[in-house]
């Protein structure tokens, strides 16, 4: 007895290998996958022991619940690549402090003074660079064949030798509370409005790759120099020790006595033309590495009025984890993912400045003196191709010409700065007037020349914003996960269940012995005394042991679970 049942335990752990057809294979393997899964209800469904609606009830269940958590999932999926990246509210605000104070960007309407250019022959290069200067139609197929007199025979050149300087055009300045030189603030830059004054703009150096026209640098007339540092969006001003006088300068503080006034000067006696209907300036603010365009942005001020400029500025920053989202997605790129030909930094007005000098060099072969100088090569445009130039001029603000600006995307780290202008008369009466500047102005000459532009925070802290990834790997993975656990008990474990059935197994079943173990002399020995207990069992036992003929080529290898059932029944009826 003790033999007999040492054997069968042995041959509980033994298992018999049979050949069967496919379909039976599958079919078993099937069923024991449905019994044996972790997903809720499909063990109801390969019970034999339950009539078929109670089973169709639970597949029925089953699929409702699969597909409906399949559709959320999918759902998940789309609003994923639709809306990748979401804007929030920093939590944080961010001190003005810590910021330069906006680019301000100043130019006088007209830019040839009429005590200068109204001596010209009509015939003239000099003419003909007036007319273009004020928009004027002109016929320049004269000059096809005229050779410049000499490399000051621009128009860049003729603009500053005839417009109004900064000198001349800023005759006040004050810096939060301190009065200071206008010199000292401003610089002269070449736009495409012509000649024009900027305060707060990062020094050429820092700013282009190539050579650039510099007419003045920053000097102080008092012997103390103010010393350009380098500032970035990413790392700001980036030096732990700056010196005593910079720029680009940081904010004062807020309210209009922290703020940039400046009091203009038209001389609107000497006007020759006007690219506006009226007398005045244009105005534009911006960041310290970005390269205006005024003349289509700019913003009026007009004489005789003083004008309040309240600021107010947006932030964008990205989180740590945007950049593990392509550009393509986040639409934005950090400053040394997309690399400009001529400007060291890159922000989305550069990258347009340099897909406009790539549209007329392509039309025209040249580069008018007010774009980037992208072909270290490149001619300056002259007056025979002036006609040329205006063509692409009246594409530059077409979006839909050409793909470079397509792909000129903004910042992911930007700022922007909103102007909110309030202005009010001078003063037409003779009373007292606070600031000293205009003691000795006459009226009419207050009312018809000058304009005074104050700029300024209205609070010292600015509330920013936060680019994020809307949901990354492991946020999609959760939010798709509790669905489908909470419809049908999906896990990752039945991912491995399912690897497991169809390909697992089926290799394992494949590559077992296929010919049966023959039973050795004990097993004979036990199967007997098993067959002298039961006679009933002894057949049944004994069709079991016995192998099939296979029924065609198409057979696999299988393991006979229901072995181990006869031989544990037969073991209790043997006790």
Not at 56 to 75: D, E, N, Q, W
Not at 117 to 125: A, G, L
Not at 389 to 407: D, P, Q, T, Y
Not at 511 to 517: A, D, M, S, T, Y
């Amino acid at each position: 007895m003790e033999n007999s049942s040492k054997i069968l335990k042995e041959n509980e752990k033994r298992k018999t290998i049979e050949k069967l057809p496919i379909h039976v294979y599958l079919k078993t393997n099937s069923q024991r996958f449905l019994l044996e899964t972790a997903l809720n209800g499909l063990k109801y469904v390969s019970d034999s022991h339950r009539c078929v609606w109670e089973r169709m009830y639970y597949l029925i269940s089953f699929l409702i619940c699969f597909i409906s958590g399949l559709y959320m999932a999918i759902y998940f999926l789309n609003k994923w690549q639709h809306t990748p990246v979401i804007i929030s509210l920093s939590s944080k605000p961010t001190a003005i402090a810590s910021l330069p104070f906006p680019t301000v960007t100043i130019c006088n309407m007209n830019q040839v003074l009429r005590s200068k250019v109204e001596h010209f022959p009509k015939d003239s290069p000099d003419y003909a660079f007036l007319q273009k200067i004020c928009f004027k139609e002109h016929n320049y197929t004269q000059f096809q064949n005229f050779t410049p007199r000499s490399e000051k025979d621009t128009l860049p050149n003729f603009i500053v030798d005839n417009a109004q300087s900064c000198e001349d055009m800023i005759v006040y300045c004050k810096f939060g509370e301190v009065q200071e030189t206008c010199t000292d603030l401003f610089r002269e830059i070449l736009l495409d409005e012509g000649l024009c004054c900027v305060f707060n703009q990062l020094h050429p150096y820092y700013l282009f790759k190539a050579k650039y026209r510099f007419i003045r640098d920053f000097t102080a007339t008092n012997g103390r120099t103010t010393l350009p540092v380098k500032w970035t969006f990413e790392n700001g001003y980036g030096q732990e020790y700056l010196p005593k006088r910079f720029y680009p300068r940081k904010t004062p503080g807020a309210g209009a006595s922290k703020g940039l006034t400046v009091i203009l000067n038209a001389d609107v006696k000497n006007y020759y033309c006007s690219s506006t209907n009226g007398a005045g300036f244009k105005m534009m603010l911006h960041n310290p590495v970005d390269f205006p365009f005024i003349r289509e942005s700019g913003l009026p001020i007009t004489t005789g009025k003083q004008t309040v400029v309240r600021i107010t500025t947006n932030i964008n920053e990205p989180s740590p984890t945007l950049r593990q989202v392509a550009p393509k997605d986040r639409q934005c790129y950090y400053s040394n993912e997309k690399t400009l030909r001529y400007f060291k930094f890159y922000t989305r007005q550069n990258c347009v400045s340099e897909c406009d000098a790539e549209l007329v060099y392509s039309i025209c072969g040249c580069l008018p003196y007010y774009l980037p100088l992208i072909y270290p090569n490149a001619t300056l445009c002259f007056l025979k191709d002036m006609d040329c130039v205006a063509r692409c001029e009246r594409l530059f603000m077409v979006s839909s010409v050409g793909e470079c600006k397509s792909n000129c995307l903004a910042g992911c780290h930007e700022i922007t700065h909103s102007p909110d202008m309030f202005s009010s008369s001078f003063s037409r009466h003779d009373y007292y007037l606070p600031d000293k500047f205009f003691h000795n102005r006459t009226l009419e000459e207050m009312n018809e020349d000058l304009a005074m532009v104050t700029f300024f925070y209205k609070f010292n802290n600015i509330r920013g914003y936060t680019k994020a990834p809307y949901t990354g790997l492991t946020e999609f993975m959760s939010q798709t996960g509790g669905i489908m656990s909470l419809m049908v008990g999906f896990s990752v474990i039945c991912i491995a269940e399912c690897f497991y059935f169809i390909f697992v197994k089926i290799f394992f079943d494949l590559n077992l012995p296929r010919q049966p173990e023959k039973l050795s002399a004990e097993d004979d020995n036990m199967n007997a005394t098993i067959n002298q207990d039961n006679a009933l069992d002894k057949n049944h036992l004994r069709y079991l042991i016995k192998p099939r003929k296979p029924i065609n080529n198409r057979t696999m290898v299988w393991n006979i679970d229901d072995m181990k059932k006869y031989e544990s029944k037969a073991m209790q009826i043997k006790k």
